[in-house]
């Protein structure tokens, strides 16, 4: 480590030279906590909804398999039968991506679509 970093030179220049250090310093830190901030409120609303989403997926999940031992006792196993009835999903799911403070963060969208069946 050099001794002109250490040590400041005691003059006016030097001054002003360690004021516009410490100014830059400043701003950088406040860009820095600005996008940290953005961030974090950005993951927060995803976990809120990454938790509701559990819930109801829980709940949508106990009712399919429900259905499902319903209508296998009703109709025998038609697994198969409904495997290759089917040509296209019927959920596509699209991958984009959204800019938050600088940082790209993917962002997925669901599509329904209710007519698959022939």
């Known amino acids: 480590m050099s001794a002109s970093s250490s040590k ?50 829980g709940e949508e999940l106990k009712a399919a398999s429900f259905a499902l031992a319903k209508a296998t006792w009703a109709a025998g196993d038609f697994r198969s039968q409904v495997i290759e009835s089917v040509k296209r999903p019927a959920v596509t799911l699209k991958v984009a991506g959204e800019n938050v403070a600088g940082v790209r963060l993917p962002v997925f969208s669901m599509t329904h679509e209710n007519s698959v069946f022939p």
Do not use: C, H, Y
């Not at 220049?13 to 409120?41: C, E, H, I, R």
């Not at 950005?42 to 509701?52: D, P, Q, S």
């Open 8 to 57: 400041p030179v005691p003059s006016r220049m030097g001054l002003q030279a360690l004021q516009v250090k410490q100014k830059g310093a400043k701003q950088g830190f406040n860009l820095l906590k600005k996008k940290s901030d953005a961030l974090t409120a950005k993951f927060r609303g995803m976990l809120k909804e990454i938790v509701t989403t559990k819930k109801a997926v």
